[in-house]
Nanobody, 118 residues
Framework: QVQLVESGGGLVQPGGSLRLSCAASGSIFSMYVMGWYRQAPGKQRELVAAITSDGYTSYANSVAGRFTISRDNAKNTVFLQMDSLKPEDTTVYYC????????????WGQGTRVTVSS
């Protein structure tokens, strides 16, 4: 199992940018599909972006063109660059590591809060 620690959340004005990081330890990072999810109060956790071990990416329609997911396998870290942030992006963001893409065996970070407000 892999341990995940997120960082980089905070308060930003609409139109601004933040970069989230997720550091992984405890397993072979390069074998995991890494994802960023978010969950607003009273709503289900939703996938924001994901990246496979060989760099294939996918995005939720709501963030496509504004967010970019990337990974550095040498540093066991996945990033989420968030640009053109909107108030509706405000919530807690969670990092996920799924071995071979298997969510049933995946690990979660503790979450980092993003607040977009003027």
């Amino acid at each position: 199992q892999v341990q995940l620690v997120e960082s980089g959340g905070g308060l930003v004005q609409p139109g601004g940018s933040l970069r989230l990081s997720c550091a992984a330890s405890g397993s072979i990072f390069s074998m995991y599909v890494m994802g960023w999810y978010r969950q607003a109060p009273g709503k289900q956790r939703e996938l924001v972006a994901a990246i496979t071990s060989d760099g294939y990416t996918s995005y939720a329609n709501s963030v496509a063109g504004r967010f970019t997911i990337s990974r550095d396998n040498a540093k066991n870290t996945v990033f989420l660059q968030m640009d053109s942030l909107k108030p509706e992006d405000t919530t807690v963001y969670y990092c996920n590591a799924a071995p071979g893409g298997d969510l049933k065996r995946s690990s979660w970070g503790q979450g980092t809060r993003v607040t977009v407000s003027s």
